[in-house]
């Protein structure tokens, strides 16, 4: 797989996704993810982003802390 922005090579990684909801900073660890070796971008498939989708949603209706640290493997009870 190219990289969308600059068409280097992607690798395969583990990344930490960090989004901020404004009331609540959530950070979703061990995302698998693939890094541009050129420029750094990461891209995820779409599994994997519509998973991150679903645990901020969960996050979001359910904030009870400032800062949500959530491991992907393990998800959202
Ligand atoms: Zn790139």
């Known amino acids: 797989m190219k990289c969308f ?9 583990k990344t930490k996704f960090i989004v901020d909801l404004g009331e609540c900073v959530v950070i979703v660890k061990g995302v698998p993810g693939r890094v541009c070796q050129q420029c750094g971008e990461v891209s995820y498939s779409n599994d994997v982003s519509a998973q991150l989708e679903r645990i901020v949603n969960a996050v979001k209706n359910s904030i009870m802390s400032e800062v949500a640290i959530i491991d992907y493997e393990k998800g959202v009870a």
Do not use: A, H, N, S
């Open 5 to 13: 922005y600059c068409k280097g090579d992607t690798v395969e990684t």
